[in-house]
């Protein structure tokens, strides 16, 4: 597709740096044997207000590129701005000429309001048309077999809608509509599909926002208080690209949950059990003040703050009672006991169990008799409750980050597109 836009617009630019179009005097003449060739084209009854074409049956087929060069995001307003630069081609057969006859020359520059071209408008996100008339209309280069290109550059707005379920992977889709102004002659003035072309530009640390593809289709566009018209829509993908949440919200998260597991390996009777769980919660309940940016749906690592501040209470009040449990010297109901007994038949369970709890500047106190055999006590159950938590722990904690922490996007439209267009 880069070959096919250097072939579009080399010709344009070379054109304009050696050709500078002018206006004709058909009554003046001139030496230049481009002028003398602009002469005899326009000033022999051309009128560029005519529609060029054997018969008023006959239709003009337009070929159009649309490529994006910049954009601005207004994410309160879930607008975008952009500049579109189009590549217009038909052939306007009254123009041709003979280059054998004229030194071989096989392009000229022209005026755009010397010729007639085709008169579109762009829809925006408020359904007002703009015309082609407001656009940038630089010359146009029309070749010795009578096609003429020009490329207008216009500025848009598109309307967009936004996608925060994986937040702060979130994504736009904004779209604008490209459609014939001349309502008399759509038959006769034939748009064919717009052609949409992404260009590479540096993506910087910086960067908020790429436009990662775009695309078009044929569309009924219905305008309220207006018919529904055809329409060629434009569709603009976005991605956010979010290098600094993923420092300032990520990482805390992560570091709060590896706290949970830290804590889960400590005995219940020191007194970091206790304290760590109550700074956790006010990190979390911080963390969460910190996205505060309404949006119109609860983003996965939301819920997976939220979720690790549940987990953070429940492990508090899981250590008082187990602190009460430490405590007594009675023993255990028959049911307990016969629980404990069944568990550590098994002999992970038991190994498992005789590993001793990670101390916090003092080493605890083991529970392990001479014999090597375990008591069936309280103890021995906190100890237990504390192996079932861990384990319970870590297991929740990684399908909370499997299923609500995204890492990128959904899908790399880059790779398909090809290119992508990024502002901060």
């Known amino acids: ?190 748009f064919l599909p717009v052609i949409t072309y992404l260009p590479s530009n540096r993506h910087l640390p910086t960067t908020k926002w790429c436009v990662t593809s775009v695309s078009s289709n044929k569309t009924q566009l219905s305008i309220p208080g207006a018919t529904s018209r055809t329409v060629e829509e434009l569709e603009f993908n976005l991605e956010h690209s979010p290098h600094l949440t993923i420092a300032i919200i990520y990482l805390p998260a992560f570091v709060l949950s590896m706290l949970n597991i830290f804590v889960c390996l400590l005995d219940s009777r020191v007194k970091e059990k206790i304290v760590i769980p109550i700074i956790c919660m006010v990190f979390h309940f911080q963390l969460l003040q910190q996205m505060s940016n309404p949006t119109p749906e609860i983003p996965g690592v939301v819920i997976f703050i939220i979720a690790s501040m549940i987990l953070t209470f429940l492990l508090f009040v899981s250590t008082l009672i187990n602190r009460w449990l430490h405590g007594l010297q009675s023993t255990p109901p028959n049911i307990v006991i016969r629980s404990m007994r069944a568990i550590l038949s098994s002999h992970l369970m038991n190994w498992i169990l005789k590993v001793d709890y990670l101390s916090v500047g003092q080493k605890t106190c083991t529970i392990i008799n001479n014999d090597d055999r375990l008591t069936l006590d309280w103890v021995m159950f906190v100890k237990l409750v504390d192996r079932f938590i861990l384990a319970a722990y870590v297991i929740i904690y990684l399908l909370l980050f499997w299923i609500y922490i995204p890492l990128q996007h959904t899908h790399n439209r880059y790779a398909e597109s090809g290119g992508r267009v990024c502002a901060n």
């Open 1 to 190: 597709m880069a070959n096919i836009l250097s072939f579009i617009y080399l010709p344009l630019l070379v054109a304009f740096l050696f050709d500078s179009a002018s206006s004709i005097n058909c009554d003046k003449k001139r030496d230049n044997v481009q002028y003398t060739i602009k002469q005899h084209l326009f000033c022999n009854g051309y009128d560029p207000k005519i529609r060029p074409a054997k018969s008023e049956f006959d239709s003009i087929n337009i070929t159009t590129y649309a490529v994006l060069y910049s954009f601005d995001i207004s994410e309160y307003r879930s607008v975008m701005s952009f500049q579109v630069n189009y590549y217009m081609r038909w052939q306007d057969s009254s123009l041709a000429w003979n280059a054998s006859d004229w030194s071989n020359i096989t392009t000229l520059n022209i005026n755009n309001d010397e010729i007639w071209s085709p008169q579109f408008e762009n829809i925006n996100s408020d359904y007002e048309g703009q015309p082609s008339v407001s656009c940038l209309n630089p010359d146009c280069l029309l070749r010795v077999n009578g096609y003429v290109s020009c490329s207008p550059v216009c500025r848009i707005s598109a309307k967009c809608s936004s996608d925060y379920s994986r937040w702060p992977f979130n994504t736009l889709v904004c779209r604008m509509w490209f459609t014939n102004r001349d309502k008399e002659l759509v038959d006769e003035v034939n």
